[in-house]
Every structure is written in C-alpha cells, then in structure tokens.
C-alpha cells in the first residue's frame, strides 16, 4: 500500500512536468530562406525500395543544396496506417513546412482533403500523375515500365533457359507498371522466352518471396527480377543457384554482386528540383511529373562486377535511347 | 496449365519448398507446445522471432560467426520469454493481452534497432546447405530431404525431441500435470511456477531459433516485419496439432506444403487470381481441421494463472 | 451510520484508484521509453511534451484522439461480449475489414438514396459483415471443435487477401481501372453519405454511435437473458449446460456479435474518416491494428462496455499522442510500436494490484463486486466440448 502511494506520487509529479512542458512547447518559426520539406512514408527509411529511394532523393537534394542549413527535411517512416498519414501531413503542413511530400498512392485521398486548407503550402503526391485539379499539388510518378522494359530486354537476351521468373507483391500501382514494362521488354526482344509472374500477395513476407523464387528456378528460370521491399531474400536464392537478377527501385547489386546484372533506380531528385523551382518562383502545384529515363528520374545502373557482353550493353543503351526519343513504344495491357 | 501441376518436377518442388517453409513454424510451434501444455498462452511469438531474427542476422553480420549469431538470437528469445514469464507467472497477468504486448514491442525494436544498426538492407552467407553423403545423391528424395541447412534438419530432430520430452520424461509428467492440474501438481511437490517458468523461457529460445533460422539459414537477409504473422501462424498451428509435436508437425507440414503448391499454381500460369492462390493454405488449414473433427481437450489449465491457496 | 460512511468513503477512494491503474502503468511504461529515448540521443522530456501535446493539446489534438478511439471502442464491446462468453477472437483485423467491405458496397451501389438511409443501411451492412466473419469461427468452434484462436488467425488472413482482390479487381475505382498503374482503391463515397462530423475537426457522429453502443451493451451483457446466458457460458460450460442452455449457441451468438461490433467499426472508418476503401496489402494498412489494440483497450477498461469507453480514449490518446511525437523529435515510428507494446504488458501486468485490493475488500465485507476479474472467464480455450 505505502509503495504504491509513493508510486503514484511520483507518478502524479511527472505528469504534471510532463503538462507544463506541453504548454510550452511551441515551433521555432524557421529562418526564410531555409527550405523546408516533409515527407512521409509507408516503410522504412533503409528498405532498399520504395522508401529508401525518396529518403536517399532528399539526401542529395541537401548535398546539392548546401547542407541542413539551406534544405532541412523531416520525414515519417512506416506511415503504412493511411488514417496516421493523413495527420502526419496534417500536421506538417500546420507547421509551415514549404513542401510536404505523401509518398505512397494510397494518401491521395487524405491529400485531397487536407490540401484545400493549407493553400500556401505546397503537397505533392507520388506516385500518380493526378493533381485533383488542385493549384498546390504536385503529382509524381516514375516511369517504372520504361526501366523494366529495357530489363526484361536485357534478360530475354540473356536467358539461356528461355524461362524468366517475377516476384511481385500485390498486382497493383509502381509493382504492376514495372512488371508490365518488364513483360513488355522480353516479349519484344523474343517471344519465345516464357514470362512467369509471381505475385505473392504481401509487401513483407520475405521468406514467401523467396520460396517464389526457389520455384522459378525449378520451373526452369534462369533469371529473375522483383520488385518490391520483400524481395530482398529472393536475391539470395538467385544467387545461390546462379541464376541473374534484375532490380528495381533501389541499387540491389549490393546484396548478390555476382549475379545482379542491372538496377533501375529512381533518382527522385530530378523532379524534387523542379518542383523546388517552382515553389520558389511562387507556383504551389498543378502539374505532375513523370521520373522517367529522358528526364534522368529513373537511370539504369549496371553492376561493374558482372561481366555484361558487349553487345547485350550495347542493345540496352539502344534500347534506352530509343524509349527516349519516342521510337519505341512500351504497350501496357 | 493445370496438367502441369502433376509432374515429378513440381512434386519434388513443393517436397523441398514445403519442407523449408515449415521450419520456422516448427520451432515456434514446437516452443508454444510446451508453453501451453504447461497451461501458458503466448501470443507473443511473432515479436520474439522477430528479435531473435534481428539479433542472429546482426550479430552474424559484425562478427562472421553464425554460431554467435544463433547463440544470441537464443539468449534474446529466452530474455523475452523470461519476462513474459514474469508477467504470466507472477503478476498473473492476462495471457492473450501480455502476449500482444510483447508481439508489439518484439516488432517495434527489431525495426529500430535495424534502422538504427544498419544503413540499408545487407545480406550475409548463412548457414551452407549440409549434402548428406550418399543420400543427397538419391533422385528427388535427396533434394527434399538430405540436402537441406543445418537449421532445418534439427527442427525435424526437434519433433521427435519434443515428443519424447512431453511424454517419456519426468519433465515432460510434470509440464503436462501443471497444465492439466496445477492445484494437483502443486500439493504433489511440483513447484508450478518453476515449471511455467521453464516452459515460457524454452517457448522463447526457440522462438528465437524460428527468427534466426529465417535470417541466417534460409533467407540470410533482414527486413522489417520479415515474419510477416509466421509467428501468429505458429501459434495456430499449436491447435491445430491438439498440442503434440507430431501434430504441430502435420500441421506445419500441411500449411507449407499448401503454401508451395500455391507458388506453383502460379507459376505455372494457372488462371487463378492471385489472391485466390495465396488464400489456399489458410483456408486448407481450417477444412482440414473441420474435416478430422479432434476429440483432443485443451490443458484444462491454459490461460489460467496459478496461486497458492493459502 | 458514520461508520458506514466512511466505509463507503474509503470504498470509493480504493475505487477511484483502481480505475486510474491503467494510467499509472501507461506511465510506468514511458518511464522505461525515456531510457530508450536517450539511447537515441532525444531529450524525453521534449518527446513526451510533443506526445501529451499531440494527444490533448488542442481541441483538433483532442478530436484526433477521439477519432483513433473510435475503432479501437467498437472492437472493444466486441470483445467485452466475446471474452465474457469464454471465447477469444482475435479476428478483429479481418471483421473490421469484411464489415467495411460490405458497407463500402452499400455505399457505391445505391448511391440514388437519401444520405441518411445509405449510412443508416452502410453500418447494418458493416455490423453483418462483421457477423459474418465472427459467426463463420463462432459455427467452426460450435459444431467442429476448430479452436477459434486458429480459425480467427486463418481468416485474418483470407479477409486481408479478398481485400487486395476485390479492390485491385471488381470493386476498383472506375478512373483508377483506366490508367496502367492501378491503385487498389474504391470510388469516393458521395458526399452525402459521409458520417456528419460533430465540431470542426475530423470527430464524426461514429465516436457518439460508440459511446451509445457502449451503454447498449452494457444493458445487453447484465440486463437481458442473452447476455446472462451469454455470461453464463462464459462462466462454467458444464453449469450453463445443466442449466438448459444450449452451450453451442451462445458460443457462435458470442463470435458473431464480437465480430459484428468489428465489423461496424470497420465501417465507420470508411464512413466517417477514409470516404474510401483503399489497401496498401496489409490489414493494419487499413485497421492501424485496431483489431489487435481493441482487445488490450476492453482489457483495460476490464471487460466492461462503459469502462471501455475511457480505456479506448486512454489507448487512442498515446498512439495518436506518439505519433506527434515521432514528428517532433524525429525518431523512427517504429520506436512508437515498441512503446505502444510495452504499454500494454505494464498495464496488463498492473491489474495484479487491482485484483488484491478487490479482494482485500471482499475480506473486509465490502459492497458486492461487479465484473469479476477477467482471467477466471477467459480460461478453458475449448468451451463448449
């Protein structure tokens, strides 16, 4: 009894500190010529994927820009709750931040609603190419089926098997135009190839993913892509059977340098500045960006290690260039 | 096409697929079995693999020793289990609940600590598949069965283990006396809080087991939420084995094996949704159990604290 | 006379302090979260002034508090209703979803009716599905003897799948269906059919429904012969048979209104904050876990509706209240979980205290307990056999 009156006593004075504090916490109003972005995110900020390739964006955008000093930027990680987002730019954007950026489909409504009440604060959406009409919404998507085009170009070249595997998580959004492309890209190169697609109904069953990928390899597939933040164990398995992999989304050679042949990596950075532009020059929104293989939003990465012949290089640059200037037309279902 | 599903092929696929997958369930179910054959509901499961995953792939990664690395991620799992069991055991608290509540903080450290510890997504070399001279060279039966990882040979040695533990040993009489019994068990000299103790801690040893088999054994990656509810489906499978390892195994064995089929279904182009596949081994799961109705009772004292009348 | 009094007196001190246990272990457990939150290098005394700040420092704060509580409240009379009858559903996550399935197609298919008819009609259609999906392990665990842990653990997961399918595929938002990248959502609700929101801020009619529900099913569990049959079953299977009733079907009754209150709550998230069904592929995605934390608000409101009600405002107040938090002092939000996890053992484990002193005034003759603790219903996992 008397330990607990003790307890509570304690307990009583942290919580009254606690609501003092509370009462006077308030924000610094920042300095005006900083400029300041939210962002905020379904997963993790080290996913090798979707999140990571905002966070490492922003990343560069402040080297670019001259450190913290004149580009601070705050994020919410693992805002895969649509209604905790919705608050989280809520409240970023009662803060004044100059751009608040919602970084998964899935907010676009809470978007909608939230932007008409902060109209001197730029949003931006991605990925999507809709602006809701809205002067202070920017939309962004990435090109996704342009980088896995020119993958599945390189990987019909290079399967000797004629059978490629896919692990994708649910056949929707970047995962279903990436995979797309990637279709797209084996078909025109050789019809012959066999594309088999995996979706394996989550964005996190790791171990799921990968036993995908140990089945294309029995059914035959020597090379394989995914996309996707689950498909990082499914690089392993690749590895461990020889077969070629192809990434998307972030730099996946690190995780299997002998047999990741190509990345398609977002440099969201590309369209980051531009809107950047933009706010400065006083337009809040309205228009929408595509990352995509012309604007340098999206570049392929080659991994040094993997020993590409020459001609299979030569027939992806062809082939980016000629996605570049219009000659060849990705056809999506 | 549908035709294809039956081919030698497909069938030493799912085999040796199935037999993978239902690792990690076997160690987590295989913990939970004691853990409620000693009257302990752990609902927890899913947070201590998902720590003891963590602990096996970091410190695997930073010392080269994969050994190191299932030694902690054990120790984690037991640290995990020893608290529940404090809070199961001594301060009687609900079962479920606490359970949840160390699924919610086994979640949430694994993924600061990964943020925190390590850049981006690595991978390590885990523990090499073990080719069984001669057998793994037998067509088919030695790619399911002889060559497969270190970890998931001892998960099967495990069933057995556990089997003979629960039923042929004094332990094993007391374990189950305690679950059934604890007033009984108590007067007879059992101490009934010794034994839940044990229980809960060994549940969360080899919980850890289950995360580190995932991180250094079979998919030698780490990634936030990696288990994905495999822990929450371990626990299911407890039932559905009516709380005996060979059971859990059947059941750990079915829902692999189901889950194999899946993958296959679409790889070889079946028209089936997507969804519709993945959805097979869950509700497979529950058919069967409705089809073989069990006359096996729960431990009459599961969920239920024990104290002292005085 | 003055004896009495006071006895009544210290009996209602002793009372006030059990209810605020809860409370207390909250913050017993964020005392060990500014250990970790130094380990991060942030101040606690800042973080935790961001998270009472975001929790209740302004009225919007307040309402968003109340917005989170909603859900979690829903799902808590479900489970008042099902741990009382002995039965453990933790199939929250997919009766939430189902029942917001069903309300959703309501929704987008008589969108020519008055907007009070369609939301009226959108919970009926939420509260069944729900029951639907509570009643289909409630009928397993009856009639088959399939555990209901297992049953509910399976169709979280199949609610989860039918989600992604029907929202990539037949249920998908006609302008998303036109474009290559497909965002698994509905078409917006029509404005009308919004749930009418209470101040301006984001609090809709569904947190009034809540607390009105609450109230109902108190009135259901200890005033009507359902619930006592329910609460009878719960009790002793063996006794309750005895007594004529017929165990199996208060078991399934148990389950499906468990579920329907899931169900409902499911729907007023579309109804009354979403505007919209829409998936990231996960269940928390859409319930934020909602179907697991209603469970720990009914036990922290100890099984009883009415209690639950400050129990959700409680719980609904700290993950709102850290998720500001993450904002302000910039930790990963995943430092929230673990913090919402070690809530939960601390004041699970707090109602050991509760228990003794409840106990310590049975001895003295005090006045006649109410709910009795939880654990001595929520045993024997296989009720019924």
Same mark, same amino acid.
């Given at each position: 009894m008397?330990?607990?009156v003790?307890?509570?006593?304690?307990?009583?004075v942290l919580?009254?500190v606690?609501?003092?504090?509370?009462a006077?916490?308030t924000?610094?109003?920042?300095?005006?010529?900083k400029?300041?972005?939210?962002v905020?995110?379904p997963s993790?900020i080290?996913?090798?994927a979707f999140?990571?390739?905002?966070?490492?964006a922003?990343v560069?955008?402040q080297?670019?820009m001259?450190?913290?000093d004149?580009?601070?930027?705050?994020?919410?990680?693992?805002?895969f709750v649509?209604?905790?987002a @919705?608050?989280?730019?809520r409240?970023y954007?009662t803060?004044?931040?100059?751009?608040?950026?919602a970084?998964g489909?899935?907010y676009?409504?809470?978007l909608q609603e939230i932007?008409?009440?902060f109209?001197?604060t730029?949003?931006a959406w991605?990925t999507t190419?809709?602006t809701?009409?809205?002067?202070n919404?920017f939309?962004?998507?990435?090109?996704?089926?342009e980088?896995g085009?020119?993958n599945?170009?390189?990987?019909?070249t290079?399967?000797q098997?004629?059978?490629i595997?896919?692990?994708?998580?649910i056949e929707?959004?970047?995962a279903?135009?990436?995979v797309?492309?990637f279709k797209?890209g084996?078909?025109a190169?050789?019809?012959s190839?066999?594309v088999?697609?995996?979706?394996?109904g989550?964005f996190?069953?790791?171990a799921?993913?990968?036993?995908a990928?140990t089945?294309h390899?029995?059914a035959? @597939?020597d090379?394989?892509?995914g996309?996707?933040?689950m498909?990082v164990?499914?690089?392993g398995? @690749?590895?461990?059977a020889d077969?070629?992999?192809f990434?998307?989304?972030?730099?996946q050679t690190?995780?299997?340098?002998s047999?990741v042949v190509?990345s398609?990596?977002?440099?969201?950075?590309v369209?980051?500045?531009?809107?950047?532009g933009l706010?400065?020059?006083g337009t809040?929104?309205?228009r929408?960006?595509?990352?995509?293989?012309?604007?340098?939003g999206?570049?392929?990465?080659y991994?040094?290690d993997?020993?590409?012949?020459?001609d299979a290089?030569?027939l992806?640059d062809k082939t980016v260039?000629?996605?570049?200037?219009?000659?060849?037309?990705?056809?999506?279902? | 096409m549908i035709q294809?599903?039956?081919?030698?092929?497909v069938?030493i696929?799912i085999l040796a697929?199935g037999i993978?997958l239902?690792?990690?369930?076997?160690y987590?179910?295989?913990?939970?079995?004691?853990?409620?054959r000693?009257g302990?509901l752990?609902?927890?499961?899913?947070?201590?693999?998902?720590?003891?995953?963590?602990?096996a792939?970091y410190?695997?990664l930073?010392?080269?020793n994969?050994?190191?690395?299932?030694?902690?991620?054990?120790?984690?799992?037991?640290?995990m289990?020893?608290a529940?069991?404090?809070?199961t055991v001594?301060l009687?608290?609900?079962?479920g609940?606490?359970?949840i509540?160390? /699924?919610?903080?086994g979640?949430?450290?694994?993924d600061?600590?990964?943020?925190?510890?390590?850049?981006?997504?690595e991978?390590?070399?885990?523990?090499?598949?073990i080719?069984i001279p001669?057998?793994s060279?037998?067509?088919g039966i030695?790619e399911?069965?002889?060559?497969q990882?270190i970890?998931? /040979?001892s998960?099967?040695?495990?069933v057995?283990?556990?089997?003979?533990?629960l039923n042929k040993t004094t332990?094993?009489?007391?374990?189950?006396?305690v679950g059934e019994?604890p007033d009984?068990?108590?007067?007879?000299?059992?101490s009934?809080?010794?034994?839940? /103790?044990f229980t809960?801690?060994?549940?969360?040893?080899?919980?850890g087991?289950?995360?580190?088999?995932l991180s250094i054994?079979l998919?030698n990656?780490?990634?936030?939420?990696m288990?994905?509810?495999a822990?929450?489906?371990?626990v299911?499978?407890?039932y559905?084995?009516?709380?005996r390892?060979?059971?859990?195994?059947?059941?750990?064995l079915?829902?692999?094996?189901?889950?194999?089929?899946?993958?296959w279904?679409?790889?070889?182009n079946i028209p089936?949704?997507?969804e519709?596949?993945v959805?097979m081994?869950?509700v497979?799961t529950i058919?069967?159990?409705?089809?073989?109705v069990?006359?096996?009772?729960?431990?009459?004292?599961?969920?239920?604290?024990?104290?002292?009348e005085? | 006379m003055?004896a009495?009094k006071?006895?009544?007196?210290s009996?209602?001190i002793?009372?006030?302090?059990?209810?605020?246990?809860?409370?207390? !272990?909250?913050?017993a457990?964020?005392?060990?979260?500014a250990?970790?939150?130094l380990f991060?290098r942030?101040?606690?005394?800042e973080?935790?002034a961001?998270l009472?700040?975001? !929790?209740?420092?302004?009225p919007?704060a307040?309402?968003e508090?109340?917005?989170?509580?909603?859900?979690l409240l829903?799902v808590?009379?479900?489970?008042?209703?099902?741990?009382r009858g002995?039965?453990?559903?933790?199939?929250g996550?997919g009766?939430?979803i189902?029942?917001a399935?069903?309300?959703t197609?309501?929704?987008?298919?008589f969108t020519?009716l008055?907007?009070?008819?369609?939301?009226?009609l959108a919970?009926?259609a939420g509260f069944?599905g729900?029951a639907?999906w509570?009643g289909?392990?409630?009928?397993l665990k009856?009639?088959?003897?399939v555990?209901?842990?297992?049953?509910t653990?399976?169709?979280?997961?199949?609610a989860v799948?039918?989600m992604?399918?029907?929202l990539?595929?037949?249920?998908?938002d006609?302008?998303?269906?036109?474009l290559?990248s497909k965002?698994?959502?509905t078409?917006?609700?029509?404005d009308?059919?919004?749930?009418?929101r209470?101040?301006p801020t984001?609090?809709h009619?569904?947190?009034?429904i809540?607390v009105?529900l609450?109230?109902?099913v108190?009135i259901?569990l200890w005033?009507?012969?359902?619930g006592y049959?329910?609460?009878?079953?719960?009790?002793?299977?063996?006794?309750a048979r005895?007594?004529?009733?017929?165990v199996q079907?208060?078991?399934?009754l148990?389950?499906l209104?468990?579920?329907?209150f899931?169900?409902l709550?499911?729907?007023t998230?579309?109804?009354?904050v979403?505007y919209?069904?829409?998936t990231?592929?996960?269940?928390?995605?859409?319930t934020g876990s909602?179907?697991?934390?209603?469970?720990v608000?009914?036990?922290?409101g100890?099984?009883?509706?009415?209690?639950?009600?400050p129990?959700s405002?409680?719980?609904?107040?700290?993950?709102?209240g850290?998720n500001k938090?993450?904002r302000?002092?910039?930790?990963?939000s995943?430092l929230?979980?673990?913090?919402?996890g070690?809530?939960?053992?601390?004041?699970v484990?707090?109602e050991?205290?509760?228990?003794?002193?409840?106990r310590?005034?049975l001895?003295?003759?005090?006045?006649?307990?109410?709910?009795?603790p939880?654990h001595?219903?929520a045993?024997?996992a296989?009720a019924g056999?």
């Amino acid at each position: 009894m008397k330990k607990s009156v003790w307890f509570l006593c304690i307990l009583i004075v942290l919580s009254m500190v606690l609501s003092a504090c509370g009462a006077q916490a308030t924000e610094a109003p920042a300095p005006a010529e900083k400029f300041r972005v939210a962002v905020v995110m379904p997963s993790a900020i080290n996913d090798l994927a979707f999140s990571q390739s905002m966070y490492d964006a922003l990343v560069r955008v402040q080297t670019e820009m001259g450190g913290p000093d004149a580009f601070e930027f705050v994020y919410s990680d693992g805002m895969f709750v649509v209604d905790d987002a @919705a608050a989280a730019i809520r409240d970023y954007a009662t803060q004044g931040y100059n751009l608040v950026i919602a970084h998964g489909s899935q907010y676009g409504s809470s978007l909608q609603e939230i932007a008409p009440d902060f109209p001197n604060t730029s949003f931006a959406w991605g990925t999507t190419v809709d602006t809701f009409g809205q002067p202070n919404i920017f939309a962004y998507e990435a090109a996704s089926q342009e980088g896995g085009y020119i993958n599945g170009v390189l990987a019909a070249t290079l399967s000797q098997s004629k059978v490629i595997g896919v692990v994708g998580p649910i056949e929707t959004g970047d995962a279903k135009l990436y995979v797309d492309g990637f279709k797209a890209g084996v078909a025109a190169t050789d019809p012959s190839v066999q594309v088999n697609v995996n979706y394996i109904g989550s964005f996190s069953d790791v171990a799921l993913a990968s036993e995908a990928a140990t089945t294309h390899i029995s059914a035959g @597939a020597d090379v394989l892509t995914g996309t996707a933040q689950m498909v990082v164990g499914a690089i392993g398995k @690749a590895e461990e059977a020889d077969a070629l992999w192809f990434g998307t989304q972030s730099n996946q050679t690190s995780l299997a340098p002998s047999i990741v042949v190509a990345s398609q990596v977002y440099h969201w950075e590309v369209i980051l500045n531009e809107m950047i532009g933009l706010i400065k020059s006083g337009t809040l929104g309205g228009r929408s960006f595509t990352a995509n293989l012309a604007n340098g939003g999206e570049v392929m990465e080659y991994n040094p290690d993997y020993a590409l012949p020459a001609d299979a290089k030569s027939l992806a640059d062809k082939t980016v260039q000629g996605i570049i200037d219009g000659t060849i037309k990705i056809s999506l279902p | 096409m549908i035709q294809d599903l039956f081919s030698v092929t497909v069938l030493i696929g799912i085999l040796a697929s199935g037999i993978r997958l239902a690792t990690p369930y076997l160690y987590a179910a295989i913990g939970e079995t004691f853990s409620q054959r000693s009257g302990v509901l752990n609902l927890g499961v899913e947070g201590q693999m998902l720590l003891g995953a963590f602990a096996a792939f970091y410190v695997s990664l930073r010392t080269g020793n994969l050994w190191l690395g299932l030694l902690t991620a054990m120790l984690v799992g037991a640290v995990m289990g020893l608290a529940m069991a404090y809070v199961t055991v001594n301060l009687q608290a609900q079962q479920g609940i606490s359970g949840i509540g160390f /699924y919610l903080f086994g979640l949430g450290m694994s993924d600061l600590l990964f943020q925190k510890l390590m850049p981006t997504v690595e991978t390590i070399r885990g523990f090499p598949r073990i080719y069984i001279p001669g057998l793994s060279d037998i067509p088919g039966i030695g790619e399911i069965f002889f060559s497969q990882n270190i970890l998931v /040979y001892s998960a099967y040695l495990l069933v057995p283990v556990a089997w003979f533990v629960l039923n042929k040993t004094t332990l094993g009489l007391k374990i189950r006396a305690v679950g059934e019994n604890p007033d009984a068990a108590d007067s007879l000299g059992v101490s009934v809080a010794r034994v839940r /103790y044990f229980t809960i801690i060994l549940g969360g040893t080899l919980s850890g087991i289950a995360g580190a088999s995932l991180s250094i054994a079979l998919l030698n990656v780490f990634q936030q939420n990696m288990t994905s509810g495999a822990g929450f489906i371990a626990v299911a499978l407890v039932y559905f084995g009516a709380w005996r390892p060979i059971g859990v195994l059947g059941g750990a064995l079915l829902f692999s094996m189901v889950n194999a089929l899946q993958l296959w279904v679409q790889v070889l182009n079946i028209p089936i949704e997507p969804e519709i596949a993945v959805m097979m081994p869950y509700v497979l799961t529950i058919l069967v159990l409705v089809a073989t109705v069990s006359r096996v009772r729960a431990p009459s004292a599961l969920t239920k604290p024990f104290e002292r009348e005085n | 006379m003055s004896a009495l009094k006071n006895k009544l007196q210290s009996e209602w001190i002793s009372r006030f302090i059990d209810s605020l246990l809860p409370v207390f !272990a909250t913050l017993a457990a964020l005392l060990i979260g500014a250990v970790m939150l130094l380990f991060l290098r942030v101040n606690p005394i800042e973080a935790y002034a961001a998270l009472w700040d975001g !929790a209740f420092g302004s009225p919007n704060a307040f309402a968003e508090t109340l917005v989170k509580a909603t859900p979690l409240l829903l799902v808590a009379l479900g489970i008042c209703i099902s741990f009382r009858g002995d039965v453990i559903n933790i199939g929250g996550e997919g009766q939430m979803i189902v029942g917001a399935v069903f309300a959703t197609w309501v929704g987008l298919t008589f969108t020519n009716l008055p907007g009070w008819l369609v939301i009226v009609l959108a919970l009926l259609a939420g509260f069944a599905g729900g029951a639907v999906w509570g009643g289909i392990p409630g009928l397993l665990k009856a009639y088959f003897r399939v555990n209901e842990i297992l049953s509910t653990v399976m169709m979280n997961a199949i609610a989860v799948q039918l989600m992604n399918f029907l929202l990539r595929g037949p249920m998908i938002d006609p302008s998303q269906a036109q474009l290559a990248s497909k965002i698994p959502q509905t078409a917006p609700l029509l404005d009308i059919f919004r749930l009418p929101r209470l101040v301006p801020t984001r609090l809709h009619l569904g947190a009034l429904i809540a607390v009105i529900l609450a109230v109902l099913v108190y009135i259901l569990l200890w005033r009507t012969t359902l619930g006592y049959r329910i609460r009878a079953v719960g009790q002793n299977p063996n006794a309750a048979r005895y007594a004529g009733i017929k165990v199996q079907r208060y078991v399934v009754l148990a389950l499906l209104l468990s579920g329907a209150f899931s169900g409902l709550a499911g729907a007023t998230q579309v109804y009354g904050v979403n505007y919209r069904m829409i998936t990231d592929g996960s269940a928390s995605g859409f319930t934020g876990s909602a179907g697991f934390n209603g469970i720990v608000a009914a036990l922290f409101g100890q099984l009883h509706p009415v209690w639950s009600i400050p129990a959700s405002i409680l719980f609904g107040a700290l993950l709102v209240g850290a998720n500001k938090m993450q904002r302000v002092v910039q930790v990963p939000s995943a430092l929230v979980i673990a913090l919402n996890g070690l809530v939960v053992v601390f004041v699970v484990s707090s109602e050991i205290w509760r228990r003794r002193r409840q106990r310590q005034r049975l001895a003295v003759g005090g006045m006649e307990e109410e709910p009795p603790p939880p654990h001595e219903k929520a045993g024997q996992a296989e009720a019924g056999t």
